[in-house]
């Protein structure tokens, strides 16, 4: 059964909003574009394909397994697309005349009718892959009635072994969220950890060994500038920017025992939030900005705590296990996702607030540095493969899980960025 | 001569000549834990699977920000005397006492200043493991400084799990990695 309602949006255009229970993904064709006037540079239709199908919201259906390939309406036999249980049927054309223009419409297979059409002018020919994620997102929203993520950003962390590859090691990486268009923000011989996005996705900071020792580092991406944070004896680690941007939460030991510290970013005041004599790190904020959620192991083993920053109340949040550690929260507050240990192996847990259950969600071991999608539905995390670092992508209410291995070396500590418009 | 004694003639040697051999590092006893067994499958990219396009063809001609790194020569483990910690722990063992026993000497008879990097084993997360990383250098520098070295002559610094000697996932290797190295 379905829900649809309409909604306008703020732009007036009117969207449809489709929910319905996850049991079963609907099926989306989506049939090769048409190109006029230039030369095909990008396989638009199969990025769209593969988006769709990394989203875990769509049965998409293969391209080999079309009967017919329409690009506009009149080539469409609805009667042939519902024989295939088709439910929605995306076509579309890229036409160059003096500008370049994409239209793309999506059909509703089973009420035989446009559910919307969309030209776009295509200023950067060279920027075809964002055109296909931005015609995902759009798919993606007008069914799920959630914001598509396919336009968005990772960071992640490469690494390759000092034998071969000598000159750099480490890396902090930018790139599409299917991997593509990779860009080196830094290399260096020493660690790059840690890194994390401003929540303008204009910054990134991170932490860098460069200077022999791990300091805090913020870079603007745009233009590459770059300035090291005020410095301290010992550990400069874990930083996360708060919501509103202006502070950094961070972990200092300053030659005694790793503490939280938020940092005003304008004054560079710090204050020390919930001290303890034991590890204190991970600092993730709650989307409001008034909490906290920190791993410490003041309860004996590394267990995830929460500290109201007004109240200063700390609250311990999970029991279950011997080691749960490096909370993400999901953008809506409604829970975390964090490292997990069961059975020696470590996985990737979900808790959510109410009702408060937890749920692992990962079946590789090794699994680190869980990242939530800014819409909240997919995860992101780290694992090893044999001895490699990879990252995988899996819906977080279930699905088929994709993987992302780099050929140079280890892929590790990915961060999705925020919605980027 | 035991395997302890092997390490101090490779400090003494660091101190007095400048030079010195790589260590070849002791496990100590475990904490029991099992290995975990990853299964390797093919190389070859999966239908489920996106190779990851390699950043130094993503841009043309962008200019790759490169840190500015002092050109650091030594090897992981070169010159070091090694003291060993069991899982998420950074208290010393009875061995690791006898050893920075024989630091302290040599730091008392010299003015040298050392260098503790306090690593971590692969399991758990990162943050957390140069945390405790940290902590297992800060726990060899109160030993050293309860015994009379100066703490200005003393710099601890955690590399957490980023700089293993040993690779693997298995206790034979973690053991390796869960160590304070003095340089």
Redesign the interface.
């Given at each position: 059964m379905w829900a649809v309602c309409y909604t306008a949006t703020a732009s007036a255009q009117l969207t449809i909003d489709i929910t319905r229970g996850a049991d079963k993904p609907r099926r989306i064709a989506v049939s090769p574009f048409s190109w006029a006037g230039l030369a095909r540079s990008e396989p638009l239709s199969d990025i769209v394909r593969k988006d769709l199908t990394r989203s875990g919201q769509f049965d998409v259906y293969p391209a080999t397994q079309m009967l017919s390939l329409p690009t506009v309406e009149s080539e469409i036999s609805y009667f042939e697309w519902r024989k295939l249980g088709v439910e929605y049927l995306l076509v579309g054309q890229v036409r160059k005349k003096d500008k370049t223009h994409i239209t793309y419409i999506l059909y509703d297979i089973t009420n035989q009718r446009a559910l919307f059409k969309r030209r776009r002018e295509i200023r950067h020919p060279n920027a075809m892959r964002q055109v296909a994620h931005a015609v995902s997102d759009h798919v993606y929203e007008v069914l799920t009635g959630d914001r598509g993520v396919f336009s968005t950003h990772l960071l992640y962390i490469l690494h390759c072994a000092k034998s071969r590859c000598p000159d750099w090691g480490y890396r902090l990486v930018l790139a599409d969220v299917d991997g593509a268009n990779a860009k080196t923000v830094l290399e260096s011989t020493q660690p790059i950890v840690s890194p994390n996005w401003a929540p303008d996705g204009k910054k990134v900071a991170y932490v860098s060994f460069e200077r022999r020792r791990p300091e805090i580092y913020i870079q603007e991406l745009a233009t590459g500038n770059r300035h090291r944070l005020p410095s301290f004896a010992g550990l400069n680690s874990a930083p996360a920017w708060s919501p509103e941007g202006r502070r950094m939460a961070l972990v200092l030991s300053k030659g005694d025992n790793p503490d939280i510290y938020i940092m005003n970013l304008v004054s560079g005041e710090l204050l020390r939030v919930a001290p303890h004599f034991s590890i204190d790190t991970e600092p993730a904020w709650t989307p409001d900005g008034e909490n906290i959620i920190f791993t410490s192991d003041r309860g004996g083993t590394p267990q995830l705590y929460r500290v109201n920053l007004r109240s200063r109340k700390i609250t311990r949040l999970t029991y279950k296990g011997r080691y749960n550690a490096r909370a993400t929260i999901f953008p809506d507050n409604s829970g975390i996702v964090f490292v997990h240990r069961a059975q020696k192996r470590f996985h990737i847990a979900m808790m959510n607030w109410r009702p408060k259950n937890m749920l692992v969600l990962t079946d590789t071991v090794m699994d680190e540095s869980p990242s939530i999608s800014p819409n909240g539905n997919m995860l992101l995390y780290a694992t090893q493969r044999g001895n490699r670092g990879i990252l995988v992508s899996i819906p977080v209410n279930g699905g088929k899980s994709t993987k992302l291995v780099s050929l140079k070396g280890d892929v590790r500590e990915p961060r999705w960025s925020p919605f980027l418009r | 001569m035991n395997i302890r004694m092997i390490y101090l003639t490779a400090f003494l040697f660091a101190i007095v000549a400048g030079c010195g051999s790589p260590d070849v590092a002791p496990p100590p006893s475990d904490e029991g834990?099992?290995p975990?067994s990853?299964?390797?499958?093919s190389?070859a990219?999966?239908p489920?699977?996106?190779?990851?396009?390699?950043?130094?063809e993503?841009?043309a001609g962008?200019?790759?920000?490169?840190?500015?790194?002092?050109e650091?020569t030594e090897e992981v483990g070169d010159y070091a005397t090694i003291v060993y910690f069991d899982f998420?722990k950074s208290d010393l063992t009875a061995e690791a006492v006898n050893t920075l026993d024989t630091v302290v000497q040599v730091m008392l008879d010299s003015d040298r200043v050392i260098r503790l990097e306090g690593h971590a084993d692969?399991?758990?997360?990162?943050?957390?493991n140069?945390?405790?990383g940290?902590?297992r250098a800060?726990s060899v520098a109160d030993y050293l400084v309860f015994n009379g070295v100066p703490r200005d002559r003393i710099e601890?610094?955690?590399?957490?799990e980023?700089?293993p000697v040993a690779?693997?996932?298995n206790e034979a290797a973690w053991a390796q990695n869960r160590r304070v190295e003095i340089k």
């Open positions: - | 834990d099992d975990i990853i299964a390797d499958e190389e990219a999966l489920d699977e996106d190779v990851l396009s390699d950043p130094d993503g841009i962008a200019e790759i920000l490169s840190a500015d790194v002092e650091i998420d692969a399991r758990g997360t990162r943050e957390y140069l945390a405790l940290e902590r800060m601890p610094v955690s590399y957490g980023e700089s690779f693997g996932n």
